[in-house]
Structures are given as C-alpha cells and as structure tokens.
C-alpha cells in the first residue's frame, strides 16, 4: 500500500514538474519565451526551474504573475519596468539574490514600489526609476542597495528603515531632503552624489 501511495505521488509531482506555466499577461510570457528551450511556444514548470539567471524587459507588462515559477533565479533583471508594475509575485521567488531595474517607463503620474518579503534577497540595483515613494524595509537581509534617479520625483517617501544588514548605500539624483540612517547600524560605506536637496543625514 506504502508503495501504491509513494508511486502516486511520484507520478503526481512528475505532472506538476511538466506542466505548462499560465501567465496572466500574455506579454509577460512573450517576454519570457527566451527561456522556452523545447521551442514548444510554452514555458512548462520544468523549464523555469532550470533558470537561474533571468532578464527581460517589461514593455507593456501589467502582471508579474507565473514569474513565481522561477523559484531558483538567483538574479533578475528587469528593462522598462512600468511604473505600474505590481511585484508582488517577486514574492514567490524564493531563491532570489540580485534584483536590478533599470529605467521605468509610464504614460500616467510616477507611481510608487513597494517590495514584497524576499528573505534572501542580497542586493537592489534601481537605475533610472522614477517613482514617488520607494519602500525597501521588507527586504531585512539585504546588504547593497543602489538607486540613480536623476528624473526622480522623489521626495521624502524613501524608506530604508530597519535594513539592520545593509553595508553599502549609493544614492545619486534623488530629490529627498532627509535621510534617516538610524537602524542601518551595519552600513559600512555610503556613497551620495546630486543630492541637491538633502539637508538632513542622519546616522
């Protein structure tokens, strides 16, 4: 009985493993189809396993969702981010080390990024993003942090609070006028460049 049991959920995980992923933006699968390595015009669960090095770029892109399918990236590059962005589904990428986007995209106001728990991230490399508020302070294990944003408007919504683990902080163009670097008692080197505003640091 103990072997008809095992041998179901053998069978029942080999399914799972081959399954086709279903995206919810059929932009997103497009962007993605580089990692389709049987050229079958889908991306089964197997095939995103084997990815540990993933870039894309998120023209059009309105959901993030079956990117959690990727849960052995270690690194993730996103070109074009739309400002509108959702990315939560970040959330499920369990493995995820290196987080860079570069260059947010919008027709409407500059929105806000608000990052889900990724309890393994290491680093966040935002290069040319342009949103109104940036909260990092659920990524508690991460180290490096980078963000150029010379057509920033952001102002004080900039929150590294709490990011006990962070060493290095680079910060060029942003338009915050304070910056509070209180809980960040393992920062080794801060790097600040066109900080034209800041009047405060406070560490």
């Not at 993605?32 to 894309?56: C, H, K, P, Q, R």
Request: aromatic residues 10%.
């Amino acid at each position: 009985m103990k072997k008809i049991i095992l041998l179901l959920l053998f069978f029942v995980s080999q399914i799972e493993y081959a399954q086709n992923i279903t995206f919810t933006d059929p932009d997103l699968k497009t962007a993605l189809l580089n990692y389709d390595t049987n050229f079958d015009g889908e991306i089964s669960v197997a095939e995103a396993l084997n990815v540990y090095s993933l870039s894309f770029t998120g023209d059009y892109i309105t959901s993030l969702n079956g990117i959690e399918y990727f849960d052995n990236t270690t690194q993730l590059l996103i070109y074009n981010c739309p400002l509108s962005l959702d990315i939560n589904s970040l959330s499920g990428m369990s493995n995820l080390e290196h987080l860079t986007i570069n260059y947010t995209i919008s027709s409407q106001s500059p929105n806000f990024l608000l990052f889900p728990s990724l309890p393994n991230l290491k680093s966040v490399d935002l290069f040319n993003v342009n949103f109104n508020t940036i909260d990092l302070t659920t990524l508690t294990n991460c180290q490096n942090i980078r963000i150029e944003s010379y057509s920033s408007s952001l102002s004080n919504n900039f929150n590294i609070n709490n990011l006990t683990q962070l060493k290095n902080l680079a910060l060029a163009g942003l338009l915050t006028s304070q910056l509070n670097l209180f809980s960040n008692f393992n920062l080794d080197t801060i790097t600040i460049d066109h900080l034209e505003n800041i009047s405060s640091l406070e560490q």
